[in-house]
């Protein structure tokens, strides 16, 4: 795939540019930890959980 140039530069705040984040609403504790964990095995998280009361997230 041919480099954009997007890593060559800044975006503007709200510009069209690469998504670095993405949410998601898991349906369970247990969905949760499926969707950790296959993240885990694809080398896109290292795994640790944020803790911020009634709503956990992970890099």
């Given at each position: ?43 896109a ?7 911020f ?5 992970f890099?």
């Open positions: 795939m041919p480099c954009r140039g997007y890593a060559t530069g800044r975006t503007p705040m709200w510009g069209r540019g690469r998504i670095d984040h993405f949410g998601l609403q898991a349906a369970s504790p247990e969905a949760f930890a499926t969707i950790r964990q296959r993240l885990i095995d694809k080398g998280s290292d795994g640790t959980v944020n803790d009361g009634a709503v956990h997230t890099p």
